[in-house]
């Protein structure tokens, strides 16, 4: 689909499919009644666009009588994919040519809400819906075929946008012309089980040629008639949340310092809300520069540092949240003949969009339209309604793609500030942040404690395990919300900390607690969630226990772990890289060698902790690194990862999911940490956010289990999550050093070769 202007993009799709005077939708739900909904041609000339409920359907299709092909869904695609791999879904159960199919993702007023694009579960959670609505709408027109034919049904076929019954061939929108159905869902429809002409190959991605050509994809290229420019003036405690006097800290704006300036069309200011609108972007620019603008000091951030976050974490005020304890489990731990007790702090990390934020908003007779590119178009729209008191259904959200973000960044914030401008001067209004204005403020993943108890018994075996973890995050409220006051800048704690908590190891005896906690700074989900820090603490401290046991680390890894499917792909992982077993960091280097090497292994599957059993790809990380000795840098040489995802839609996505994940996952390790001061984050610019350049990107091996027969898992974070502790560990094989705090920078690793001359390895 493409995008032009705000006139004809909104209708671009809807004229696609009415062009020959009607169409057919059908949508699969969750368990409700209405599946079909017609559109006459009199509804068309009205500009009425019917679609099933958003409250009852979960994805639904659309044939037109063309033949064209559209399928909706709420989700959205951030680069991951999933746009190609649902259309391979639909293509394939409807057999119909792939380039036949359009995907609509995320347009509030066309597809059914289901929630942000998070935790790996668009393909997981709506394959099966699409799948559904796909093969019912075949049935549907194998059914009207027969009834044009007197062909009985079950000698009907269908062929590539074609019903086939006798001699005759009946196009699928020669079918649906003049149809007017009501269906009941059939939860027991026949899916497509082989011939696949799609599904399971590697299909070009269908957004990768308008990128390469430069044709309109992303919200930063949108243009829409009469549009003005806008830039946002934020209060100077940069991405501070409740502690800070957000909505209470204005004290005097002066319109007259930007009197000066040509194009200035308003100066907006909403409570602590301040804005500039302006003919022209670079005048815009130079009005927010300017314009003088007073606010109340606050200097009360605790210290985030790299070397104050422990005992930061350590002193705030938790909520125990207790998520698995066995009986005995405390007292198995106390009683342990070896005990092993560890703190892994994980630190505050960015999203760092290449691109800013940014979207166009125009309101006007009781209408909000948004464009922007945010994975939450339909939580947006929920915000605006309470930002401008406006019902949701004067609402509409269209998504574009943007810079990308794998968790929170500033997409929602910048749509309301667009919104509260437009309503100001009664047209278009366009705003992009600055960088510094992103970087700051974007919601970042959490810092995070996870402090682990346990210990062995006489024959080396894990006794009990007992964690903690404390991840204190919330859902980050769109900051104009705030600003404007229409919500109290208050804590908001969201239960984020407990993914992927419980190990997936069957130890005697265990304890695991989420220590649920408020936000210190403005903070939401990031990739790989509180999963990602859990698993460095979970296989950091099994690892330590096959070392002090003198045992292979995988090896021992495996007497705990009864998934099937989890052996079955740490078995191929050690075939994979070739794995030579015996105990970690069993031939120590000389001491007067400044490069050593060594190997480390991780395993792990994300849990989302909202929806128990659900798990999403099954991911190892057998890790080669090198390390300086001398100036304590590490490289991270080549990783072997193999992943389970089930059935694969499309090979190449997975793949691409799997190296994505790892090059974000080793510079997050090696490198990546929010800096702040008692006013705010101060990493503001590329310069003060290190990431991994380009010569320090690792091999990459990539192994994808084939299980064609399974449910497809999701694969936007798996692979992410057993990084930091297979680095760790490889780290400790090279040197006899056990890391516990990210990033493994060089200060740090020289620190630890320093403890190391003088205390035994196993204690570092």
Same mark, same amino acid.
């Given at each position: 689909?493409?995008?032009?202007?705000?006139?004809?993009?909104?209708? =671009?799709?809807?004229?696609?499919?009415?062009?020959?005077?009607?169409?057919?939708?059908?949508?699969?739900?969750?368990?409700?009644?209405? =599946?079909?909904?017609?559109?006459?041609?009199?509804?068309?000339?009205?500009?009425?666009?019917?679609?099933?409920?958003?409250?009852?359907?979960?994805?639904?299709?659309?044939?037109?009588?063309?033949?064209?092909?559209?399928?909706?869904?709420?989700?959205?695609?951030?680069?991951?994919?999933?746009?190609?791999?649902?259309?391979?879904?639909?293509?394939?159960?409807?057999?119909?040519?792939?380039?036949?199919?359009?995907?609509?993702?995320?347009?509030?007023?066309?597809?059914?809400?289901?929630?942000?694009?998070?935790?790996?579960?668009?393909?997981?959670?709506?394959?099966?819906?699409?799948?559904?609505?796909?093969?019912?709408?075949?049935?549907?027109?194998?059914?009207?075929?027969?009834?044009?034919?007197?062909?009985?049904?079950?000698?009907?076929?269908?062929?590539?946008?074609?019903?086939?019954?006798?001699?005759?061939?009946?196009?699928?929108?020669? =079918?649906?012309?003049?149809?007017?159905?009501?269906?009941?869902?059939?939860?027991?429809?026949?899916?497509?089980?082989?011939?696949?002409?799609?599904?399971?190959?590697?299909?070009?991605?269908?957004?990768?040629?308008?990128?390469?050509?430069?044709?309109?994809?992303?919200?930063?290229?949108?243009?829409?008639?009469?549009?003005?420019?806008?830039?946002?003036?934020?209060?100077?405690?940069?991405?501070?949340?409740?502690?800070?006097?957000?909505?209470?800290?204005?004290?005097?704006?002066?319109?007259?310092?930007?009197?000066? =300036?040509?194009?200035?069309?308003?100066?907006?200011?909403?409570?602590?809300?301040?804005?500039?609108?302006?003919?022209?972007?670079?005048?815009?620019?130079?009005?927010?520069?300017?314009?003088?603008?007073?606010?109340?000091?606050?200097?009360?951030?605790?210290?985030?540092?790299?070397?104050?976050?422990?005992?930061?974490?350590?002193?705030?005020?938790?909520?125990?949240?207790?998520?698995?304890?066995?009986?005995?489990?405390?007292?198995?731990?106390?009683?342990?003949?070896?005990?092993?007790?560890?703190?892994?702090?994980?630190?505050?990390?960015?999203?760092?969009?290449?691109?800013?934020?940014?979207?166009?908003?125009?309101?006007?007779?009781?209408?909000?339209?948004?464009?922007?590119?945010?994975?939450?178009?339909?939580?947006?729209?929920?915000?605006?309604?309470?930002?401008?008191?406006?019902?949701?259904?004067?609402?509409?959200?269209? +998504?574009?793609?943007?810079?990308?973000?794998?968790? +929170?960044?500033?997409?929602?914030?910048?749509?309301?500030?667009?919104?509260?401008?437009?309503?100001?001067?009664?047209?278009?209004?366009?705003?992009?942040?600055?960088?510094?204005?992103?970087?700051?403020?974007?919601?970042?993943?959490?810092?995070?404690?996870?402090?682990?108890?346990?210990?062995?018994?006489?024959?080396?075996?894990?006794?009990?395990?007992?964690?903690?973890?404390?991840?204190?995050?919330?859902?980050?409220?769109?900051?104009?919300?705030?600003?404007?006051?229409?919500?109290? #800048?208050?804590?908001?704690?969201?239960?984020?900390?407990?993914?992927?908590?419980?190990?997936?190891?069957?130890?005697?005896?265990?304890?695991?607690?989420?220590?649920?906690?408020?936000?210190?700074? +403005?903070?939401?989900?990031?990739?790989?969630?509180?999963?990602?820090?859990?698993?460095?603490?979970?296989?950091?401290?099994?690892?330590?226990?096959?070392?002090?046991?003198?045992?292979?680390?995988?090896?021992?890894?495996?007497?705990?772990?009864?998934?099937?499917?989890?052996?079955?792909?740490?078995?191929?992982?050690?075939?994979?890289? #070739?794995?030579?077993?015996?105990?970690?960091?069993?031939?120590?280097?000389?001491?007067?060698?400044?490069?050593?090497?060594?190997?480390?292994?991780?395993?792990?599957?994300?849990?989302?902790?909202?929806?128990?059993?659900?798990?999403?790809?099954?991911?190892?990380?057998?890790?080669?690194?090198?390390?300086?000795?001398?100036?304590?840098?590490?490289?991270?040489?080549?990783?072997?990862?193999?992943?389970?995802?089930?059935?694969?839609?499309?090979?190449?996505?997975?793949?691409?999911?799997?190296?994505?994940?790892?090059?974000?996952?080793?510079?997050?390790?090696?490198?990546?940490?929010?800096?702040?001061?008692?006013?705010?984050?101060?990493?503001?610019?590329?310069?003060?956010?290190?990431?991994?350049?380009?010569?320090?990107?690792?091999?990459?091996?990539?192994?994808?289990?084939?299980?064609?027969?399974?449910?497809?898992?999701?694969?936007?974070?798996?692979?992410?999550?057993?990084?930091?502790?297979?680095?760790?560990?490889?780290?400790?094989?090279?040197?006899?050093?056990?890391?516990?705090?990210?990033?493994?920078?060089?200060?740090?690793?020289?620190?630890?070769?320093?403890?190391?001359?003088?205390?035994?390895?196993?204690?570092?």
């Amino acid at each position: 689909m493409k995008f032009f202007t705000k006139d004809n993009q909104a209708q =671009l799709t809807r004229r696609q499919l009415l062009k020959a005077g009607g169409m057919l939708m059908v949508g699969s739900v969750a368990g409700g009644h209405l =599946l079909m909904a017609q559109t006459a041609p009199e509804a068309a000339a009205k500009g009425a666009f019917p679609i099933p409920s958003a409250k009852l359907v979960d994805s639904f299709i659309a044939i037109g009588a063309d033949g064209s092909v559209t399928a909706y869904n709420g989700h959205v695609d951030l680069g991951t994919g999933v746009r190609t791999a649902l259309g391979q879904l639909v293509a394939d159960e409807l057999y119909v040519d792939f380039a036949a199919v359009t995907m609509v993702l995320g347009h509030t007023a066309r597809t059914p809400d289901l929630g942000p694009t998070i935790a790996s579960n668009t393909i997981q959670v709506s394959s099966l819906p699409m799948r559904h609505a796909a093969a019912q709408v075949r049935q549907l027109l194998i059914k009207l075929a027969s009834e044009k034919s007197g062909i009985p049904a079950d000698r009907i076929t269908t062929q590539k946008g074609f019903v086939i019954a006798g001699g005759k061939r009946f196009g699928y929108g020669e =079918l649906v012309q003049g149809q007017d159905l009501q269906i009941e869902v059939d939860a027991k429809i026949e899916l497509r089980k082989s011939g696949f002409e799609y599904v399971g190959k590697s299909v070009q991605r269908v957004d990768i040629p308008n990128k390469v050509l430069g044709a309109l994809t992303y919200i930063h290229d949108l243009r829409v008639p009469g549009m003005l420019h806008g830039r946002v003036i934020r209060p100077p405690y940069t991405g501070a949340d409740a502690t800070a006097p957000l909505g209470s800290s204005l004290v005097s704006v002066d319109e007259k310092s930007i009197a000066h =300036l040509p194009g200035i069309v308003k100066v907006v200011v909403q409570g602590d809300f301040v804005g500039v609108v302006a003919e022209r972007e670079e005048q815009a620019i130079a009005a927010m520069r300017q314009l003088k603008v007073t606010w109340k000091e606050w200097t009360g951030l605790p210290d985030l540092s790299l070397n104050g976050l422990h005992k930061t974490l350590a002193d705030h005020t938790k909520t125990d949240r207790v998520l698995q304890e066995d009986e005995g489990s405390l007292q198995a731990v106390e009683q342990a003949k070896i005990q092993l007790t560890r703190d892994y702090v994980w630190p505050y990390h960015a999203h760092g969009s290449i691109g800013p934020s940014c979207a166009i908003a125009e309101v006007g007779d009781g209408k909000i339209q948004v464009w922007t590119g945010s994975q939450n178009p339909h939580d947006v729209r929920k915000d605006i309604a309470k930002l401008m008191d406006v019902e949701g259904d004067n609402i509409n959200i269209t +998504r574009l793609e943007a810079s990308g973000c794998y968790g +929170r960044n500033c997409a929602d914030d910048v749509c309301s500030d667009a919104v509260l401008m437009a309503a100001a001067v009664g047209r278009p209004v366009r705003v992009q942040l600055m960088r510094e204005q992103e970087a700051g403020w974007e919601p970042k993943g959490t810092g995070q404690l996870i402090r682990v108890r346990g210990g062995l018994d006489e024959q080396n075996n894990v006794a009990a395990y007992e964690l903690r973890t404390c991840y204190p995050s919330n859902n980050a409220a769109a900051l104009a919300l705030i600003l404007t006051g229409k919500v109290p #800048n208050k804590s908001d704690l969201q239960q984020m900390g407990d993914r992927t908590a419980i190990p997936q190891y069957e130890y005697p005896k265990m304890r695991v607690i989420s220590q649920d906690a408020v936000p210190i700074v +403005r903070a939401s989900w990031m990739r790989g969630v509180s999963a990602l820090p859990n698993v460095f603490a979970h296989e950091s401290w099994i690892d330590e226990c096959a070392y002090l046991a003198k045992a292979d680390p995988i090896e021992y890894r495996l007497r705990y772990l009864k998934d099937p499917r989890a052996v079955a792909l740490i078995k191929e992982a050690q075939k994979q890289c #070739n794995w030579q077993e015996g105990p970690a960091h069993r031939s120590p280097a000389p001491d007067d060698q400044r490069l050593v090497k060594g190997r480390g292994f991780a395993y792990a599957r994300y849990f989302h902790s909202k929806f128990p059993g659900y798990g999403a790809a099954w991911a190892t990380w057998v890790v080669d690194v090198t390390v300086d000795r001398e100036t304590g840098e590490v490289k991270v040489d080549k990783v072997f990862v193999a992943q389970d995802t089930g059935a694969m839609v499309n090979p190449a996505g997975v793949r691409h999911q799997v190296h994505g994940n790892v090059v974000q996952a080793t510079s997050r390790v090696l490198k990546e940490f929010v800096t702040f001061d008692k006013s705010g984050v101060t990493s503001v610019e590329w310069g003060g956010y290190p990431i991994l350049r380009f010569d320090e990107l690792p091999e990459i091996d990539s192994l994808l289990v084939e299980r064609p027969d399974e449910a497809p898992m999701g694969a936007g974070e798996s692979a992410s999550v057993p990084s930091a502790a297979a680095v760790a560990n490889a780290i400790f094989d090279a040197t006899g050093v056990r890391l516990l705090e990210v990033p493994f920078t060089p200060s740090r690793v020289l620190a630890a070769l320093k403890v190391a001359k003088t205390a035994p390895a196993a204690s570092k």
